[in-house]
Every structure is written in structure tokens, then in C-alpha cells.
């Protein structure tokens, strides 16, 4: 199985992105490709730009990526309870190429932040419009308080709670 898991936000220590990897790597027979929306930067999209440049090759790229995964993890950081503009901004190029963006593949959502809220504004948007974009949703889990249910030196849930959460969707997403 090819599980495509990346974070949606640009920054370079994204914890999103920690814990898309370490869920996707919780699939034993997995082979786990794990993006970075930073390889995918293009203008900001508008239809004047559309117009001029048509359709990137980063958003092409992003899309063939999808195609040719099995199944997919995305881990949503939340910017004033919404995307950030760099996944946005990939997300509207990628949309313009299919808006089948996700191709009905098996998806697992996830969000994380530093604080309490666990990004779950962010992840609740991105789950209501998932059936719009042709993801076929096996599961979505916020985790709060990343540091405190995290070892990043030991690369693990530290919540027994959490953990079970995680295999549990990750069973769903491989079934």
C-alpha cells in the first residue's frame, strides 16, 4: 500500500507534518511518501493568473501525486481557525486541474496545534468539504496539546487514548 501523508502548512518544523508521517508509518505494510507543500509554492491563484500561466506544473504535480498514491493522510495546522494560505493556495491550483482532487481515495484528516483546540476548527472545515472534492473519508482525529501527547525525541504518541485513535483509523484507511 502507497500512502501519500502530508501536512498542510508550509512551516518547516510543522508539527502537523510529525504527526501525518508518524500516523501513515503506523500502517506495517506501507510504503509512506510524505510531502512537503513547500515543494508545490506557485503564485497566488486568481483567474487573471489562471489566464496568463494556466495551470502550474507544481499543481499538476500535486495531483499526480495523489493519483498515484493508494490512500492519503493530511494533517491540517489551523491560521485564525482556517487553512493556511499555502495549502489554500495549492489546494485552489490543484482544484482547477479536477475538482476530484482527492480521486476517492481512502483519507484520513487529522489537525494538531499547541494548544487545547487541536486545530479542530480547521479539521471540521476540511471534513465537511472533503465529499465535495472526492475524498473518500475513513476518519478524522484532532489531537490537542501536541507537545503534551507527543515525544518528538522518541517520535510517539504519549496518550494511550490517542494511540488508539490513530490505529484505529489507520485500520479503517487500509482496509
Known amino acids: 500500500m502507497n500512502v501519500l501523508a502530508f501536512a498542510a502548512s508550509n512551516s518547516k518544523k510543522s508539527i502537523n507534518k510529525v504527526l501525518a508521517a508518524y500516523t501513515a508509518n503506523l500502517i506495517e505494510s506501507a510504503t509512506v511518501d510524505v510531502l512537503d507543500i513547500n515543494d508545490y509554492e506557485m503564485p497566488l491563484f486568481s483567474e487573471d493568473r489562471e489566464k496568463e500561466l494556466g495551470k502550474p506544473e507544481q499543481a499538476r504535480e500535486f495531483i499526480q501525486k495523489i493519483g498515484n498514491a493508494d490512500a492519503?493522510?493530511?494533517?491540517?495546522?489551523?491560521?485564525?481557525?482556517?487553512?493556511?494560505?499555502?495549502?489554500?493556495?495549492?489546494?485552489?491550483?490543484?482544484?482547477?486541474i479536477t475538482k476530484d482532487v482527492f480521486q476517492?481515495?481512502?483519507?484520513?484528516?487529522?489537525?494538531?496545534?499547541?494548544?487545547?483546540?487541536?486545530?479542530?476548527?480547521?479539521?471540521e472545515s476540511a471534513v465537511n468539504s472533503a465529499p465535495h472534492f472526492a475524498a473518500d473519508m475513513k476518519a478524522s482525529i484532532s489531537v490537542p496539546s501536541f507537545y503534551d501527547n507527543f515525544d518528538l525525541d522518541a517520535n510517539t504518541v504519549t496518550s494511550d487514548k490517542i494511540q488508539h485513535e490513530l490505529l484505529q483509523a489507520m485500520q479503517l484507511l487500509a482496509a
Request: charged residues 10%; hydrophobic residues 40%.
Open 104 to 123: 476517492n481515495k481512502p483519507t484520513v484528516f487529522l489537525s494538531t496545534s499547541p494548544g487545547p483546540g487541536g486545530a479542530a476548527t480547521v479539521l
Open 72 to 96: 492519503i493522510i493530511v494533517s491540517f495546522a489551523e491560521h485564525n481557525g482556517t487553512y493556511t494560505a499555502a495549502y489554500k493556495n495549492l489546494f485552489d491550483w490543484a482544484s482547477r
